[in-house]
């Protein structure tokens, strides 16, 4: 792979290879998999920095993202307007802050910005209340979602105010013995063969 | 309540907000990106605390202090830039601002920084390159995908467990084997042990004598006797004593007896330190303030599912978590609502529950007792009537203890029903039956070969052990672990052609009653555990009597892996009550270590209280398998000696358990302290809560009363995109918005 490819300059995957925690053989196979969502859009070369960017529909169909009932939202959240285009580095960002190596800490904040949908930076029932419709497609009655929001509201809101701040929820994910495990996505080089 | 007559949502039912409250430092540490770096003050943590800890006001201090951050920061460690929360064009600015800053720093810190992250990438590299190496990377990954964490756990288990076992035929094969096998290339001179031509030290051949029927080797095969029973296979082989070479004499059964013990204790140190995360977690688990459903909630779904079958399965399976919760606090309620006299009854039901549970252990014991004692004796004579027939007798022990087994986890699922525990109890009390049982089964099996050995015709036994019968009885000892072995794998292959494929084929091709009550496999995973630390006990305790027991068990568990991959991938459906795999490595890990607690037992007894044969084996020359350590510690020099005299005495080892029992005093104390501090803590939290919002309300009444309209509104600088947390698309209101007040504050 080393010096033959021409897709980025040398800077550019030192500075991908320091902003993010993937190698250099990472980010290129990252590239082939963006490029691959849209092929008539994202051009093979990058040494320019083309400000390209692939709109949701596409991006919410990589095999990694597909099955997750928050793909809407995880790429909304790491897409700069707000809409879900992600151009390349937000794409590489976005797997970066989810794969195996990335530390707790981010995984935590990029976690809460992940589930408040209404971007108050709380938590609050609403957004509980749609983070489990979504969970589990609507399959709990109404009087059990409300009953699971408020259980859930009870074990983590710490300062009393029926919505949970940040600091409620990293305190409690600090205590998630799954999460660290669970949010992370197996990220794979190439496209995965489907079971 | 006063406080919530301010919280009030606005017409449109939508949340609007305080532009103040953009200022609140908290607030500022978790803003969403911008287009435009507003933010071009650093707002990197300048301190060594994490992101996201209490040092989330020192972000917004940056902007303030930006001449003294500047310096601060090349004096402290700088958070790696890659573990910010900000976007990719941020995290470059910030980079080459910290190449700038690089530049003006000395030599020294240059060259210390660079060589900082050539070091953290070739560590990296280092990292991806043995995890590229570890055994079964693919297949697990594959798993993991199609089946979720919980079942990964069980085949990285698996993996662990194959590495151990061959880690521990090495050892064996390095300190005993090896130097038998080089010892006529390196010019090494072997002395055999001398028979000393008593009565003990007959030890008659068994190999077979004249034609030998092909069958028979298929009975020694699989009972290891025969053809077998003088080989490197087992313990009464290696009669050697001591080999010569040309500089160094190797003390071959110094060797064989330090390296049992160095396998064990391998083997617990190395589980413990995998088990020292999974206790962590656990501990925070059993905390009163655990919560299940925030962890179901936001660390339910597993980002690895790729399948859409995976994810189905996954979203029944939380689905089912928290319809048991519910479950469970209905219980809950339930019991607290309990009458004196329903007490009662309950707990004399579970009573005699209780006792029969221990009846049918005690009758399992029993039968596998007399088993041993009928298969023992079957063997001694020797009468052959019929090739099957030899071989059920051989192999009885092992049929029973698996029917044993087989038997006993129904039972105990069936009973506990009427036992009427919650129902996270009632999983964890079934299995704990269930592992009690299975570890318990081989030390039954041990206890009547020991009470079969050391029962001679003529009290006391004239060797300590009845020779007559058991000339060599460790290799007996061992060909019955062997046996064990054996049944186990072939019992495991067995199960899954002529249970599980059939099963399979049934419930899909037929659409009879019988299909649809039987339904489809599921991989039961703590019956599988079960079953590989049965196995792994097995091999623990077999390896000081047949050496070359890890190197069969590491196969075993090879094959067994691809079996029950197919198995699952083919037969399976996932468990409907779902294992939580943290903790579920723990269980893995815990039962793993009560096998090898029980594992170090007989081990133990054999070495240090049984004679040791004196027809077989290295040890011939003494008369337990211990006393070769201090004979050879009397033949070292006298400083070596006094030391280890020193170390085994007394006064060592009680100032030791008096020292030791005061650091677990500290750490005890340590640790109540910390609870102390972090209930404080936590009400603390409250309060301050509680004050903000009392200032918040304080605040907008002061706003509303204020006629001017507040310059805070114009002087906005955000640009009108998504990420400015707040508001420019929100009609600029005063008020906060809050959940209906009925759900509001404790007091």
Known sequence: MGNKQTTFTDEQLEAFQDCTFFTRKEILRLHSRYRELAPHLVPLDYTNNPDIRVPLALIVTMPELKENPF???????????????????????????????????????????????????????????????????????????????????????????????????????SKAPDFLRSSTSCYHGNSLAHN | METDAVFFTDHSGRITSNPLLDQLPSYQSLLYRRKSSVSGPKRRSSSRGRLGSSSSGKWNMSTFTRPFEKQKSQVTEQQPIRELAKPMAEKRRDKTQRLEEAQELTNWRQWRQSSHRYLRR????????????????????????MFGTGILS???????????????????????????????????????????????????????????I????????????????????????????????????????????????????????????????????????????????????FAGWDFCITNENAARLKRSSLLYELKTDLEEERIKQKIADRTRKEKCRIYLIRLILNLFVI??????????????????????????????????????????????????PLLFSVIINYEDYSPAFEIRFTLMRCVFMRLTSIGVLLFSLWSQITNCEEEPCICGYNHLLYSCWETRVGQEMYKLTIFDF??????????????????????????????????AIPQNVLEIVYGQTICWIGTFYCPMLPAICTIKYFFIFYIKKVSLINNCRPATRPFRASSS???????????????????????????????????????????????????????????????SSEAFAVSFFVVTCLAMFYVIALAGAHKRVINQLRDQLAMEGRDKRFLIQKLCQAQRLSPVRSPVSKSKPRSPSYHTSFSSNFSEGVFLAHSPPDSSTHV
């Not at chain 2, 890990?589 to 290295?618: D, K, R, W």
């Open chain 2, 359 to 408: 009846g049918v252990l005690a009758a399992c014991f029993y039968s596998i007792y007399v088993a041993t004692i009928f298969s023992q004796e079957a063997q001694m004579t020797k009468i052959k009537v019929n090739f099957i027939v030899d071989l059920i007798y051989e192999y009885l022990p092992s049929i029973v203890i698996t029917l044993a087994n087989f038997i006993t």
């Open chain 1, 71 to 173: 793909r809407d939202r995880i790429v909304e959240t790491f897409s700069e307007d707000g809409q879900g285009n992600l151009s390349f580095n937000d794409f590489v960002d976005m797997f970066s802050a989810l794969c195996e190596t990335s530390p707790r800490e981010l995984k935590t904040i990029y976690a809460f910005k992940i589930y408040d949908f209404n971007r108050d930076n709380f938590i609050c029932k609403d957004d509980l209340q749609q983070t489990l419709t979504l969970l589990t497609k609507g399959e709990l009655t109404e009087d059990e979602v409300l009953l699971v929001c408020d259980k859930a509201l009870e074990e983590a809101d710490l300062d009393g105010d029926s919505k949970l701040s940040f600091s409620d929820f990293q305190n409690m994910i």
């Open chain 2, 122 to 145: 070739l560590r990296d590299d280092a990292q991806e390159w043995l995890s590229s190496m570890k055994l079964w990377r693919g297949d697990i990954h594959l798993i993991e995908g």
């Open chain 2, 585 to 647: 490595n723990f269980f893995f890990l815990g039962v793993l270590l009560i096998g090898l607690a029980l594992a170090c037992l007989p081990v133990t007894v054999s070495v240090a209280q049984i004679n040791c044969s004196h027809a077989c084996g290295p040890f011939v020359n003494f008369n337990t398998s211990w006393e070769v350590l201090p004979t050879t510690v009397s033949q070292l020099p006298s400083g070596a000696q006094t030391l280890l005299f020193a170390l």
């Open chain 2, 490 to 523: 072939i019992t495991i292959v067995a199960v899954t052609i002529f249970v599980e494929f059939p099963r399979k084929l049934i419930v899909k091709h037929c659409d009879c009653g019988l299909a649809k009550w039987w339904g489809q496999q599921e991989f």
């Open chain 2, 154 to 212: 069980y085949f990285s288990f698996l993996r662990f467990l194959v590495v151990l076992n061959l880690i521990i035929f090495l050892i064996k094969f390095s300190f005993v084997m090896l130097p038998i096998i080089i010892a006529p290339y390196a010019s090494g001179n072997i002395t055999y042990n001398l028979n000393d031509a008593g009565v003990c030290s007959v030890y008659p051949s068994s190999a077979r004598r004249g034609l030998v």
């Open chain 2, 214 to 297: 092909f069958h028979e080797h298929i009975t020694d095969l699989l009972s290891g006797g025969g053809f077998l029973e003088q080989t490197y296979l087992f313990y009464g082989y290696y009669k050697v004593d001591k080999i010569h070479f040309t500089n160094v004499t190797y003390n071959l059964a110094l060797a064989y007896l330090l390296s049992t013990i160095a396998y064990l204790f391998l083997s617990l140190i190395w589980i413990v330190k995998r088990s020292a995360r999974g206790f962590k977690r656990n501990l925070v688990q059993d905390e009163d303030r655990f919560q299940s459903f925030c962890n179901k909630i």
